[in-house]
């Protein structure tokens, strides 16, 4: 009953977090093989170079997104947090989609290390922010809910969205850069709208916290 009155809030902010994860998936599935493809590297050094990539700017950009939410919150911004997790898509947008359009891998390369960076925030913000607005007793089931739709959509989902593209859009697996442009560039911006209709309710379900909380302690 205290999330079907949330659901503005916790659903929306639920797919935010899943849309991001499902780009990031899905990239990370495909990163090697698109470097194979598209510029004759072998799987050994694309996996190195992209891996390193994934070690130190999606480590950075979890921590960042999560001190950035704690910051904003900090200031009096009540839906801090869920703004980090709405703006983290804005922010990877033209970085994902561009990557794979250039022919110097180096320069894609370059450019895949502030996607990962950016696409990675929700994960630092996103569970923080449902854990916000849930009573002590229920964030368990919270986070259980969260990290079955994040399951589903965005491990599930994800690498088959590009697989999908490849094959039935494209229907040239050499076409796969295209692909890592178009999925992405879908998903980041149902996850950026996802994102935003959770703002405004996001404060309300604070002020519901509060209340459901002060009944429940009497």
């Not at 072998?42 to 994934?54: D, R």
């Not at 990675?120 to 969260?146: D, Y």
């Not at 739709?149 to 850069?177: C, K, N, Q």
Request: charged share 10%; aromatic share 14%; glycine share 10%.
């Amino acid at each position: 009953g205290y999330m079907a009155r949330n659901w503005r809030t916790i659903v929306p902010l639920n797919l935010c977090y899943a849309f991001s994860a499902m780009m990031a998936y899905g990239v990370a599935a495909w990163i090697p093989t698109f470097f194979v493809r598209t510029y004759d590297w072998t799987y050994p050094v694309a996996g190195w170079w992209y891996g390193w990539g994934i070690v130190i700017f999606g480590t950075a950009g979890v921590v960042t997104g999560g001190w950035a939410a704690d910051h904003l919150t900090s200031r009096g911004i009540r839906n801090g947090r869920m703004l980090v997790c709405a703006a983290a898509g804005i922010c990877a947008l033209p970085f994902s989609i561009l990557y794979p359009l250039l022919d110097n891998p180096w320069i894609a390369l370059a450019l895949l290390c502030p996607s990962t960076f950016f696409a990675t925030f929700t994960t630092g913000a996103g569970p923080s922010a449902l854990q916000e607005l849930m009573p002590i007793q229920m964030r368990g089931f919270a986070s259980s809910i969260l990290i079955f739709v994040v399951s589903i959509i965005g491990l599930g989902l994800g690498p088959t969205s590009i697989a999908l593209a490849t094959d039935f859009i494209y229907a040239d697996e050499a076409m796969l850069r295209y692909s890592l442009v178009l999925v992405p560039a879908v998903v980041l911006t149902f996850a950026v709208l996802a994102g935003l209709l959770a703002l405004k309710p996001y404060a309300g379900s604070l002020d519901y916290l509060e209340r459901w909380s002060a009944e429940n302690e009497k």
